[in-house]
């Protein structure tokens, strides 16, 4: 490479390096929130049209199928009533067994809702942006739900008026979870590359069934438990190995999301 | 003040460009989504004005960019604007016949370099895994391949206008002699 050359590509270098250099003390946040400003509503628009416009989660391919997929709903709907029956007579009896010993009574959330604006342009992760961020008291590893409970990811990276959510099926997703059966197995929920959400480090001689629902387990500093992650599709047993896995189906469409809440606090009481 | 509009319009063309992106990557269907917009325009730019500007215009642009990114802010920014220094020098130094077939190559060339310094780096800094790469290299393929058919394409079609327009072409057709 002659000296000329050299000199460019150096000099080049340099100034990409003193922009990441002013990026990181913080000199261009005021271009760069300006071009936030400028880049989310479009973002929001585009991203509200995607959703609008992704398509039915389920195609039914004939009469049959649609038939039969009826069929199932009816079923788990009347499981799901019994079910439900049950859990209220428990809750009652949980209730009067907790104030009897004195247990905290209940755990609140405060929360800050916030709209999906946009989702990441980078290929090596699975995230979405919302539109809270640092002036709204959203702090990096807070988690986010949906509107009707369901844990999507946590905070990955905060600004002043945005935030990105690393969702739970992004590679470098972690969250320590539990599974709603008989044995209450432990383990961690790690995202497949974007495409899965995988349940590792269960115990072999745990029993776990398709169909489980898995939540998160409180184990992890500012995540609180019981929050629904997914639910059991398939489990991985080898006898081999020290631990079982098992895949999860999440209980909303990570593709779809428009309205979500960050857990800024918890209080138990 | 002509100066200080034409400031304006390159600030608006870029976000329009960033706005590209975000419309194709939103709104197109598997595997269209990773046709790259902003590669797609300034290496058009470069072909047609030849201009050394072109390094600037996607600093600029994906500094917008990695605003939507998660990995650590720098990483698009320093491989997409040393793939434009390379893009340019090899424009003036290599590909030179200005033909559609060297402005796919190049394309292919300056996107599949970004693509490698990108990789290169996000494995430096430990942000992806075997299975993210296998995944991550179809898509660099297809956004290679989408985004340079496209620079040739628009080359080969303004080519072949500019020379069924130009004036000697249509002086020679108008006025055969017969």
Known sequence: MSGNKLKTYLGVSGVVGLVIVLHFVGALKFIENSLRGLVAPVSQELYGISVKTGGEDEVFKSIEDLRSAYIEVVAEKSRLLVEVAELDQLRVENNMLRQSLGFFTSTTFQSVGANVIGKNLDPVGSTVVINRGNNDGVVVGNPVVTENGVFIGKIARVEDRQAVVRLVNDNQSRVAATVVSRDRSIGIVEGGYGISIRLNFIPQNEIISVGDVVVTSGLEAGIPRGLAIGRVEAVEKESYQPFQQAVLTPLVSLDKLSLVSVINKIEYR | ?178
């Open chain 2, 1 to 178: 003040m002509r100066e200080i509009f034409k400031l304006f319009a390159v600030i608006f063309g870029l976000i329009v460009m960033v706005c590209g992106q975000l419309l194709t990557t939103y709104l197109s269907p598997r595997p269209f989504d990773n046709f790259n917009v902003i590669f797609f325009i300034l290496i058009l730019y470069l072909i047609f004005r030849e201009s050394g500007l072109v390094v600037y215009l996607s600093l600029a642009a994906h500094f917008t960019v990695e605003l939507y990114t998660i990995t650590p802010f720098g990483i698009v920014l320093y491989a997409s604007t040393i793939s434009f220094l390379v893009g340019y020098w090899l424009y003036r130094s290599v590909f030179t016949n200005k033909s559609w077939y060297s402005a796919i190559i190049l394309s292919f060339m300056m996107v599949g370099f970004f693509r490698l310094l990108y990789l290169v780096m996000v494995w430096v800094g430990g942000y992806a895994s075997v299975g993210t790469t296998q995944l991550m290299l179809g898509s660099f393929a297809y956004e290679a391949i989408f985004t340079s058919c496209a620079v040739g394409l628009v080359v080969f079609v303004s080519s072949r206008l500019s020379f069924r327009l130009s004036p000697s072409v249509l002086n020679k057709r108008l006025f055969r002699p017969k």
